[in-house]
């Protein structure tokens, strides 16, 4: 006797405007995209399409790294993927911690047992260069220096550009979580000298998520072809990934795991839309919108969390008016708006709404329609 | 001064017949899923559609087991699942290795820092059940029998249930990868007695590529818990995933990665389908669907690599005849049909070509067109 099978309908999800952390507002044609007929991933079509990718994500990373792909999972797999590649146990890490995501960065590092020092800043507050530098001197045997460029939990920007560089001076490679950068502000992998970066591709990418693109610069390929343990995830070990995504100096692909084809179009489509905008237009884009929201939200008496030169144009956080309840206001805007903000993370859970305009999101109309939905809520 | 973006043009893949080892055709309806406007991850919407994708699940396993979801992540992380999860440092898995999938359990096993325990048999044969129980005789202190149930790189179908009962015999958890086995071939999880079980969307649920199904038995959860040390992966991490995917007896949905939203739409509805079709008439197909093309590949003087009894009608392998170019069969197929087949894989590499019918590919049709544009391509 079987198992009687339930009753279930076709799912018809709703249009939703979605300005909160990521998912952000996904780009139609990437949609679309998606829905075209699977290929086998070892066609050569479909291979003929991951270089394509990969030549894509070099242009959004600014990178000529030759390792650049994307993880076939979540950004929280792309932020593993580094930590389980280039570090090995007994080794330092410098972990800036200033938020959910520098938090999760400490964990991967003790999970490949490695020793994280951990420089913390204010949730909200960028992490301090000159507590960095301190950080460097007081522990020479660190090999790696870890944070966060956009934290998305508090809408932060950190200066990755001066972190690398404190890096490089003390020795260390950088590794960079660039998953609510990528896309929405200015990020140059190879100019300023970034070693390992991964970002998801739910957020400035307008792509669906489930996927990590993912570089490494040759020095990073070298800490980890030099590797004394083989890598503790099967799954995420870049030595086998590579032979994968073709970077074997022009060799046959060798078979690793199935790749999420279907998701990968969508990749492409997304990088594709992004490329053909123009890094230095869509960061403008997301810079101006911001602008538009904060003069507006300014009139409605609501504050930011971040001071003036931290702040993401895509993420921005801010406080919750007194005696306004959090979560009916969020539930009035989804269900009476279908227009979804997040909630606040971690130490900032009842104090803080976090509003994305992320990618696709980062529209004139959608600043509108959030500034009015949430005027005629809180008038309620 | 900016890298310059590379000109790239819409993907347009064309629409192959897709008869290889998986990825297999995907449902017309699985597609346009995809397509379905992104939700929040945290959307209430969403969060009843994951709760159905799970009921569904637990259909498809034939097992009432609290811990069902899909890993956002392809069936080798669905693996790598079962195996840092549950295995700890030090302890001792019997390992069943009759092809690919065999030799990269053990190699999950020696990444968790475990011992394999390995019990071979020739590809292209089941698991020998007596040299499995000499194997739990002979390793009193193993903990874990692991085994293939559907081998993807040979076509064989060992016997699941009589393993797992030898498991539960000797006080072992069974793992069972069931990737290529979920909905092609009987698999009662309760029944057997299976501990923990994982499989893939992209083969007979006829799915997208990119999720991992993942089951485990009360015994398994236990063994969860009982855990001295962290999982060593973060993401892959169960006791954080469960809270995520509401196992926490009705608590709220906690936030540990952002799911693949439009993937698990493409997922819910193959399960939907699946229902609706109920599993003993997708088995029946299948099995009709084998002896079709058994039949006509008779006629071609082409033999299957497996003896009856254990031949996989969802993973045919047959010999590539003396004389015939394996490369340029497959290519013709692909170029002038649009239709894939699968080349060997490891030890076969050369000396089979493998042959899917899986799910909506498993159909009439699909026999038809590759008997003959096999014919024809054979009489050049």
């Known amino acids: 006797m079987l198992l009687v099978p339930p009753q279930v309908a076709p799912f018809q999800p709703p249009r939703r405007t979605l300005l909160g952390p990521g998912p952000s507002d996904v780009y139609p044609s990437v949609l679309a995209a998606q829905a075209k007929p699977t290929l086998g991933h070892l066609d050569p079509l479909f291979v003929g399409m991951m ?13 000529r790294n030759e390792m650049t792909l994307a993880v076939s999972a979540p950004g929280s797999a792309g932020m ?5 590649n280039l570090v090995e146990a007994g080794e330092t890490v410098i972990v800036c911690r200033n938020g959910v995501f520098g938090e999760r960065m400490r964990q991967n590092v003790e999970r490949v047992g490695a020793h994280a020092v951990v420089v913390d800043a204010e949730w909200g507050k960028p992490v301090d260069p ?10 020479p045997q660190a090999r790696f220096l870890a944070f966060v460029h956009a934290e998305t939990s508090t809408g932060v920007r950190s200066d990755a550009q001066a972190l690398c560089a404190l890096a490089k ?22 100019d300023w000298g970034i070693d390992a970066v991964y970002s998801g591709s739910q957020k400035c990418l307008s792509c669906v998520p489930g996927l990590a693109p993912l570089s490494f610069s040759p020095a990073a390929v070298e800490k980890l072809k030099a590797r004394k343990t083989p890598v503790q995830s099967w799954f995420l070990d870049q ?14 692909r060798s078979y690793h795991h199935t790749a999420p084809v279907n998701a990968l179009y969508a990749l492409h ?7 053909a905008e123009g890094l230095e237009h869509a960061w403008a884009r997301h810079a101006q919108q911001h602008q ?8 409605l008496g609501i504050e930011f969390l971040v001071e003036e030169s931290g702040r993401l ?34 130490a900032l859970a009842g104090k803080a709404w976090r509003i994305g305009l992320m990618g696709y999101g980062a529209r004139r109309e959608n600043v509108a329609l959030l500034l009015q939905a949430l005027a005629e809520v809180l008038r309620r």
């Open 313 to 346: 144009p895509q993420l921005n956080a801010v406080r919750i008016p007194a005696g306004v309840d959090d979560a009916a206001v969020r539930t009035a805007l989804l269900n009476d708006y279908n227009l979804e903000i997040g909630a606040g993370l971690g």
């Open 269 to 275: 489509e997304s990088l594709r839309l992004l490329a």
């Open 130 to 139: 000159q507590a960095v530098e301190a950080a460097l001197q007081a522990h």
């Open 292 to 299: 538009l929201l904060l003069a507006g939200l300014t009139e």
């Open 169 to 190: 001076q003390y020795g260390c490679l950088s590794i960079v979580d660039a998953v609510t950068a990528l896309g929405g502000i200015e990020l140059r992998v190879d």
């Open 80 to 84: 593993e993927a580094c930590f389980v």
């Open 51 to 63: 270089d394509e990718v990969k030549a894509l994500l070099q242009y959004a990373f600014q990178t």
């Open 239 to 252: 030595t086998l990934v590579m032979g994968y995504w073709g970077n074997a100096n022009g060799s046959k």
